[in-house]
C-alpha cells in the first residue's frame, strides 16, 4: 500500500504563502487530493489533480492555493498564497478516494500574527 508523507508546514502570519509537499513511495497516477482536517472534524479535501494535471479547488481556497504533481518523482504539491487564520489545519495528501491504510502524519499550518 503506498505511504505519503507530507512536508512543509508551519507558522507563517496572515496574507503569507507556504509550499506543502508531498513524497509517496510509489507511483501515483490516479486523482490526488489535498485535504485539511480541524480539531475534531472529519478530513475534507480542499484540492484535486488527475493524472493529467485537471485541477479543482473547493470554493474557499479558489484563486489562492494551486495544486500541482510530477509523476515522475512521485510528488504532489499545495502552494498556498493570501493564507488567512481559517487556514490553520493539519493538511494531508491521499489519493481520492482515499486509501484508508496510506494516510500520513500531515503537516500543520497555522495562520497567525
Known amino acids: 500500500q503506498v505511504q505519503f508523507v507530507e512536508s512543509g508546514g508551519g507558522l507563517v502570519q496572515p496574507g503569507g504563502s507556504l509550499t506543502l509537499t508531498c513524497a509517496a513511495s510509489?507511483?501515483?497516477?490516479?486523482?490526488m487530493g489535498w485535504y485539511r482536517q480541524d480539531p475534531g472534524k472529519e478530513r475534507e479535501v480542499v484540492a484535486s489533480i488527475t493524472t493529467r494535471s485537471f485541477t479543482s479547488y473547493v470554493d474557499f481556497v479558489k484563486g489562492r492555493f494551486t495544486i500541482s504533481r510530477d509523476n515522475d518523482k512521485n510528488m504532489l504539491y499545495l502552494q498556498m498564497s493570501s493564507l488567512k487564520p481559517e487556514d490553520t489545519a493539519v493538511y494531508y495528501c491521499n489519493k481520492i478516494p482515499p486509501a484508508r491504510s496510506s494516510w500520513g502524519q500531515g503537516t500543520q499550518v497555522t495562520v497567525s500574527s
Open positions: 510509489e507511483s501515483i497516477l490516479g486523482v
